[in-house]
């Protein structure tokens, strides 16, 4: 997701903070996704809410969502693997056993824009579940 530049709120507030604070409000009634998948009896897949977290990842970018000549970043990306750390656990052999069940990274663009990409484990929620999920409020 892309959000572009708002000169209104320049210098009061920083995105990647204000995201990681709202991730943290709503894991708390979200709680299975900061847990790691584990095999039960026939290979079944289950959830053990271990209290780990997400991965939550803060990135700088030196270019401007809108650099002239430049429609790398502009929807469709045609490079998400820039916008999406990839953290594959030490020892997981590529399984995504043990593995975080989300993956978010808020990247900032020297324009004053950012962009936010989260990868979510298809085992833990389909695509309506992934909405309710970005769309929570209290």
Same mark, same amino acid.
């Given at each position: ?5 708002? #000169?209104?709120? =320049?210098?009061?507030?920083? #995105?990647? =903070?204000?995201?990681? &604070? ?7 009634? *979200?709680?299975? *996704?900061?847990?790691?998948?584990? &095999?039960? !009896? +026939? *290979? =079944? ?5 271990? &209290? ?5 990842? &803060? ?7 809108? %650099? !002239?000549? +430049?429609?790398?970043? %502009? #929807? !469709?990306?045609?490079? #998400? ?15 995504? @056993?043990?593995? !975080?069940?989300?993956?978010? %990274? ?11 990409? @989260? ?11 992934? @909405? %309710?999920?970005?769309?929570? *409020?209290?």
């Amino acid at each position: 997701m892309f959000y572009n530049n708002n #000169p209104c709120m =320049k210098g009061l507030l920083d #995105p990647a =903070k204000v995201i990681r &604070e709202a991730l943290s409000k709503t894991l708390v009634y *979200y709680y299975p *996704y900061a847990g790691r998948l584990f &095999e039960g !009896p +026939d *290979y =079944k897949l289950m959830v053990d809410c271990t &209290e780990e977290g997400v991965v939550f990842v &803060e990135a700088d970018a030196v270019l401007s969502l809108n %650099q !002239p000549g +430049d429609h790398t970043l %502009q #929807p !469709p990306c045609r490079y #998400p693997e820039l916008l999406l750390c990839d953290v594959v656990p030490p020892g997981s052999d590529g399984l995504m @056993i043990g593995w !975080p069940l989300m993956f978010v %990274q808020v990247t900032r663009f020297n324009c004053g824009g950012f962009a936010l990409a @989260i990868r979510f484990n298809h085992v833990m929620s389909d695509a309506l579940g992934s @909405i %309710q999920f970005l769309t929570y *409020y209290e």
